[in-house]
């Protein structure tokens, strides 16, 4: 295997500036069934039913790469399985940190 020691911003960069503060500006109503995020929250019970139906999640180490805002994160850890969320390269400071703060609370 060959290694370099490149760093993450030596990266080429695929994340649009323009659509991580869209994503940050939504973070604090991310929990909120009824707002922007509503599809998501529609659609959560039947991912995470799907992902439970094909893997015995019950103390499960899972890791929900790309998860945004943690809603199947959340579900997931509801039905046994430890979870780590981690929502990407380039997500906002905003989205990230309301995101930890969510999990938090609940």
Known sequence: M???NASPSDSPKNVSPEEIARFGSLAARWWDPDGESRPLHDLNPVRAAYVAAHVDLRGAKVADVGCGGGLLSEALTRVGARVTGRAGLGVSSQSS??????AGQR
């Open 2 to 4: 060959q290694t370099t």
């Open 97 to 102: 940190g309301y995101s930890r703060g969510a």
